[in-house]
């Protein structure tokens, strides 16, 4: 990368030093209003693209891509992008392991900077907690100790939720374990992001945490 950073652009904003984000969505179209300009803007400056997406909406996930002028088949030829189904990242063998998950994001950011790209933005959806299997309860841990890796990283990972799906206490807890949230389109510095060891320390004195879809 040269050594003069360029800006990144996020929700009507300009990113600084966090690069751990939860975006908090109620529609797919606000979603994508809000993601598909960053995401361009890093295919053009040839930047690695990594997505993780519900299985189900593959194809609806490449068709909004190529609505804003990606070539998702080339792009995916030439390695630029990469767009993976849960099962190919949290939901490996059929179940959530934080520690393999976490391996799995060093591994994709370390590649990244491998294969010569000046950064890596992943975009992912973390619906997949809300799936009636094993180790999906480690979900807000995995997200606290996630800065513990992205801290020594510039590359941006974005995490998406939708907010109909989730429960107040389960928005609040994953807010909790971000530096930066976008909520109604905009990024902003989160004021209640919590450090991750002394998240972790209210976690573990609570006990198990269980994600479950709103009733």
């Not at 030439?78 to 393999?100: I, K, M, T």
């Amino acid at each position: 990368m040269n050594s003069v950073e360029r800006p990144i652009h996020l929700a009507a904003s300009t990113l600084n030093k966090h690069r751990h984000i939860c975006a908090l969505f109620y529609t797919p179209d606000e979603k994508y209003r809000v993601l598909l300009p960053f995401i361009r803007e890093g295919i053009e400056r040839g930047e690695k693209a990594f997505h993780v997406v519900d299985p189900k909406l593959l194809d609806d996930h490449r068709d909004r891509l190529q609505s804003a002028g990606i070539d998702t088949e080339a792009e995916e030829r030439d390695g630029l992008l990469e767009v993976h189904p849960w099962q190919n990242a949290y939901l490996q063998e059929g179940f959530f392991d934080q520690n393999r998950m976490l391996a799995l994001v060093e591994k994709v950011l370390r590649a990244g900077t491998d294969q010569g790209f000046p950064m890596t933005r992943v975009v992912a959806g973390a619906e997949w907690a809300l799936e009636a299997l094993p180790g999906v309860n480690d979900l807000v841990e995995y997200e606290t100790r996630l800065n513990h890796i992205l801290s020594r990283y510039k590359d941006v990972v974005v995490c998406t939720y939708d907010c109909r799906k989730f429960n107040a206490g389960q928005v609040m807890d994953i807010v909790r374990t971000h530096p930066m949230v976008i909520i109604g389109g905009l990024l902003q510095e989160n004021p209640f992001f919590v450090p991750p060891d002394e998240f972790l320390v209210q976690l573990r004195e609570r006990g198990a945490y269980r994600a479950r879809a709103a009733s």
